[in-house]
C-alpha cells in the first residue's frame, strides 16, 4: 500500500508540470492583459506595474521564475487584489469551500445513494419511478435554477431559512442542498444501475435461497458490490464539490474558492488562474487515488496498482 | 456564465410573477420542520447593511482605480478637500488654500485638529510623503498621471528624475502643504479631494509593507474606520471617535459583497440589505419600485458614445460620420434600459461648464441620408460591411441592437455587431479598433477637462485616432483658463467641433445612479461621481 502510495506521488509530480507548463502558457495567449481596463493606464504606468510583477521579462524567464516559487510553496501575487498574495487568497477561500463541499458531499452520498438502492431492488414499481423521476429532475435541472427556485420559496416566501450569505449554520443549509443537488441525482442513477446488474448474479440467487433475508442480501452483499462504480465517480465529484462552485458560491454570496475558477480568467490574473488550476489537479490526483484505496477494501480481490 | 447568471434572473422573476404551488407545498412541509431556523426581524438601530457587489481590489489609495474601493476609501479617509453634494469643492483637512503666482502655485493651510485612528496628529508631511510615493514608480500607482501637472510629476513617474523630492509639492511646515504646477490648471483644486491624493502615513507602509491595508495595521483620518475586512464577503466599518467633523450617527456600516444582482436584491426585500444602487438593482425592480418613497435618482458623470476609428474607411470621411450621427435617434436608449438615463446632447454632461444643448448632431434621418448621399452612398448603395465592436453585456447589447436597426431604416446600411469578452475587447480596442466601437467614460473628477482631454490628439483613450489642431490648442488653453466664463466658451466650442463639425463621436446617452432605501434609513448623500457620502447617515426606529 506504502509503495502504492509513493508512486502516485512519483506519477503526480510530472502531471502537475505539465498542468502548470500549459496553463502558464495558454492563460498568456489570450488576448488581453491584467491591467488592461476601460481607462488605459499611461505607457509608463504600465511599465512601472509590468517591472512590479516581472511581466516584463522574457516569456521563459518568468516560467522559471512562476516555477522556482511554485517549488517554495508561494502561489505568486495577485494583479488584480493588490495587497494580497494567492496564498492569501487561497488560503481564505478553499476551507469554506471545503466546508461546503464535505456538505453537499455527504447530502449528495446521504440522498443518492440509498435512493438509487431502493429503486433497484423495487425495478419497475412506484418507487423505482418515482426515485427515478427525482434523479431526472436532478440531473436536468441546473444548480442555478435549483438555487434561484430555493431562494424564492425558502428564503423570500416561506422565510425560513436566509436567503443568501455565510454567516450562522442556517446560511449554509440552502447552497449545500443546491450543491448536492445534481451529485445526488447522478448517484441515486448510478446505484441503481449497479444495484441491477448485481442483483442478476448467481450468487445472490444462492444467498437468497439459502434463507437470507432479501434485506441482508441487499444490505449485506448486494449493496457493498453494488458500490465499486459508485466510488470511482466520487472521486471526480469530490474533488469538483470541495474546490467550490461557481454558480452556487455566486448565487449565495459564499466567498469560497469556486468563483476564482471564472473571475481570475476574466481578470486575467495569470497567478490565481495557475493556482486554481493545480489546487483542482491536486485534489483530483488526491481523491482517486484515495478511490483506488478504496476498491481494494470494498471487494479485495481487486488488486491496487501504480 | 453570463448567460447562466441572466437566465438565473429572468427565472427568479419568472418565479416571482408565477408562484408554483407544487413546489411551494413541498417546501412548506419541509419548512414546517425547519421553523426553528426562521430568521428574525433584521433591522439594527445604528447599524446600516449595503451592498459593494464585489471584493474592493485594493484599499490602498495609491494603487486602486476602481469605484468599489473608492466606496470604502472615501468613507475611511479625508483628503485636502472634499467634494459637496453639488459637486463643488470644499474645504477639508485643508480649511483654506491660496492660490499664487496666477494658478501655478497652491497653498494649502492644513487644520491643526485632525488626527489619525493611532491618536497621531495629520500633518502636511503625511501629504508630502503620500504625494511623494504615488509618483514614486516602484508603487506602480494608477492614478499617478493624476499629478502631472505637479512639477516633475511625470518625469519622476516616468523614472527620468530618481529623487522623489524634487517633486513641486512639499510641506512647509506641519500645517501647510505647497504644491506647485508646471503650468495653470483650473481644474488641480478638484484633485485634492480624489482619493488618490489622500494623504498617508510613511511609518505604517513601511512596517506592514503590502498588508497596511489590513484592519489590524492600516490608520486612518475619515469618519470611520476598518474594523473587519472578510475578505471577498464583507468589510465593517465602525465610527471614527476622534473624527474632526464629529462622530458619525452609525455605530456600524457592513458592506457586503454579493455579485448577484438578484441575490441582492432579495436581501434587500428581507430586510438584511438597507439600502441597493444599480450593483443590487435590476430593471425589473427599478419598474416595481419606481414610485416608491425610497426611491431616488442621481444622474452621473458617466457618458457613453459611439466611436469611430477615422482612419478606417468609410469613416475617414466625415460626411459618413455626420450621416450616422444624425440617424441615430438618442431617445430611444432610455426606453430600452429604462433606469432613466439621459440622451447625450453633447459630450460634455449637462452638470459641467462648456455643456450645451446645441453641440452635438440632433436626429435628423433626412439629413442624414443627404450626408450620405454627399459622401458618396446615396441611400447606403456600395457602403462597405463594417463591424461594430462591443463588450459581451446585456445592456450594451440591447444598445448596439438598436444603433443597428436605426441605421438600417434611416440610412440604408447593414453594419455587423462584433461581441467579444470584456478584456478581449478592451484588447481589441486599444490595439486596432474597428470602424466602430462602444465606449464610455468614467469622470475621475467634475470638471470638462475629463472629458475633453480624452479626445485630444495622442492621448491614450482615444480610440478614435481624430486629430485635430485646433480642438486640441481649444482643450489645451481651456485647461489653463482661469476665467469661468472664458474657459466654458472654449469647451463648448471644442466640443462642437468633436461632435458636431468633425462627428468623431457620437455621444449617446448619460447613465443614472438608481438608489432604493428602506423607510428607516436616512442622511445618505449621493453625487454625481457616484460616491456614496455614509458619515450623515443613520438607520433609526424614529425614522421607520
Known sequence: MLSFIVKRILYAIPVLWIVASLTFLLVRVVPGGPFDSDRNLPKEIIANLEAKYNLNKPLHEQYFLYLGRLAKGDLGVSYKYANRTVNDIIGDAFPVSLQLGCLGLMIAICIGVPLGALAGVNRGTLIDYLAMFMSTAGISLPSFVIGAGLIFFAGISLKILPVALWETPAHMILPAVTLAFGPAAYLARLTRGSVLEILEKDWVRTARSKGLSKFSTVVKHVLRNALVPVVTVL???????????????????????????????????????????????????????IVDITYKFLDPRMEVDG | MNLEITITRHFLDFLKQTSSIVLSAILLFVGLGLTGCSPKA?????????????????LDWHITTDGTSGD??????????????????????????DVLDDGRRYVFHLRDDVFWTDGKPVTAYDFEYAWRRIEDPKTGGGYADFLNDVENAQEINGGQITDLTKLGAHALDEHTFEVRLKKPAAYFIYLTAHWSTYPMRKDVVEKHGDRWTEPDNIVTNGPFKLAKWQHDYKIELEPNEKFFEGRPKLNKVKMFMVSEQSTAFALFENDELDYVDNRSFSTHDVDRYRNDAGYIRVPLLQGTYLGFNVLKKPFDNKHVRRAVSMAIDKTVFPKLLRRGERPSTSWIPEELPGSSETSALKFNPSAARAELDAAGFPEGKNFPSVQLLYPNREDTRLIVESI????????????????????????????????????????????????????TTGNGNNHTRWSNSTYDRLVQNAAGELNVDKRAEMYRQADTILCKDEAAIVPTFVSTQNILMKPWTSGLKFNALDIHILKHANTAEAAK
Open chain 2, 42 to 58: 433584521r433591522f439594527v438601530p445604528g447599524e446600516l447593511r449595503m451592498n459593494l457587489g464585489t471584493e474592493p481590489p485594493s
Open chain 2, 404 to 455: 443597428q436597426a436605426q441605421l438600417k431604416k434611416n440610412l440604408g446600411i447593414s453594419i455587423e455587431l462584433l461581441n467579444q469578452e470584456w478584456k478581449v475587447y478592451l484588447a481589441t480596442r486599444k490595439k486596432d479598433p474597428p470602424p466602430l466601437f462602444r465606449a464610455n467614460w468614467i469622470a475621475d473628477y467634475p470638471d470638462p477637462e475629463t472629458y475633453m482631454n480624452l479626445f
Open chain 1, 235 to 289: 472521486g471526480p465529484i469530490t474533488a469538483t464539490l470541495i474546490t467550490g462552485s461557481f454558480v452556487v458560491e455566486y448565487i449565495y454570496a459564499i466567498p469560497g474558492m469556486g468563483r476564482f475558477f471564472i473571475t481570475a480568467v476574466s481578470n486575467r490574473d495569470y497567478d490565481l488562474i495557475m493556482a486554481t488550476t493545480l489546487i483542482f489537479s491536486i485534489l483530483l490526483l488526491i481523491t482517486n487515488t
Open chain 2, 72 to 97: 470604502v476609501i472615501v468613507n475611511i479617509m479625508a483628503g485636502l478637500t472634499q467634494y459637496q453634494q453639488d459637486l463643488k469643492c470644499i474645504p477639508s483637512v485643508a480649511k483654506s488654500w
